[in-house]
């Protein structure tokens, strides 16, 4: 079954901690991104990756890290510096290109205790 | 950031009506996508437009491209209680594109049996 996966589903965690959220995919998808929901908003980008060892920051990145060593994973690490950090977190991927289609995980929630 | 005008921001329905949704911009899109998100997961992909005057359907859903590239419309028709759940459009810019999408706010979407 090809598809994204996203663990854990809820992870709780103390406010001072860094805490990473964990994004695979087996679609041989090139592009990947990683978005923050809150209630009743949209989706806002905190960052994408293109391409393997490279990667750009969205509109919300502070507080927020990445990485893209394999084409298969995008990690996302919720850092101490990030001010208010519960929220959904959706992880994305695409073929490359500029106009192409993204499909999601099913999300993790974190919430900060 | 960019920012897509969706609207309506919710509907609550009764069960058989047709439902109308949209999106605006005063930026041109070149491509225009519609999700639709249940509640604690991922978005799923429902149609992706690509020409300006597209009309796609998927079963009871119908969405358009508007001609000025501005604009995108999405129907349901005879809604069933499954149809619940959160719809988003989403874009790509035509100019200065990097693979970003661009959301809308999304429309909650109720429906009574």
């Known amino acids: 079954d090809g598809g994204i996966t996203q663990s854990p589903k809820y992870l709780f965690r103390k406010e001072g901690q860094n805490v990473t959220l964990s994004c695979e995919q087996n679609?041989?998808?090139?592009?990947m991104y990683w978005y923050r929901q809150d209630p009743g908003q949209g989706l806002r980008l905190i960052y994408y990756?293109?391409?393997?060892?490279?990667?750009q920051k969205g509109d919300i990145a502070e507080g927020y890290s990445v990485s893209r060593e394999k084409k298969e994973s995008f990690p996302l690490t919720v850092t101490s510096a990030q001010k208010n950090p519960t929220a959904f977190y959706l992880c994305?991927?695409?073929?490359?290109?500029?106009?192409?289609?993204?499909?999601f995980g099913p999300g993790t929630r974190l919430t900060v205790l | 950031g960019q920012q897509l005008n969706q609207s309506p921001q919710s509907m609550f329905i009764q069960e058989g009506e047709d439902v109308s949704m949209n999106c605006t911009s005063s930026s041109i899109f070149n491509t225009w996508l519609w999700y639709k998100q249940d509640p604690g997961e991922g978005p799923v992909l429902l149609i992706a437009?690509?020409?300006?005057?597209e009309l796609t359907s998927n079963g009871r859903l119908t969405a358009q491209f508007g001609i000025t590239r501005k604009d995108s419309f999405l129907n349901i028709s005879a809604s069933i209680p499954s149809d619940v759940g959160i719809y988003f459009c989403?874009?790509?810019?035509?100019?200065?594109?990097?693979?970003?999408?661009?959301f809308g706010q999304g429309t909650t979407l109720q429906v009574k049996p």
């Open positions: 989403a874009g790509h810019l035509l100019s200065g594109n990097t693979g970003k999408l661009i």
């Open positions: 994305a991927s695409s073929t490359s290109g500029a106009y192409n289609e993204q499909f």
């Open positions: 437009l690509y020409k300006a005057g």
């Open positions: 990756s293109q391409i393997v060892n490279d990667f």
């Open positions: 679609l041989n998808h090139d592009a």
